[in-house]
């Protein structure tokens, strides 16, 4: 359902994505679900797992996911 993308920053940049679901900084390769319109930034496979089921179930879904880049 998602895919790998990297992202393409110099050493530089001082731009930082977070984990929709962890917080965990993500320095280059995001995991992104697109779904409704909306795209989902997750550190890995692992958190879209615990995202669909642990959060969606007892919290809904997040308000504002995608970071701005």
Known sequence: M???????????????????LCGRMIPRDIWVVEEGG??????????????REYWLPKYGALQGAEPPR
């Open 38 to 51: 909306n795209k989902r930034l997750f550190c890995g496979q692992e958190c879209e797992r615990l995202y």
């Open 2 to 20: 998602g895919y790998w993308e990297k992202r393409n920053v110099g050493w530089w940049e001082t731009n930082v994505i977070n984990c929709s």
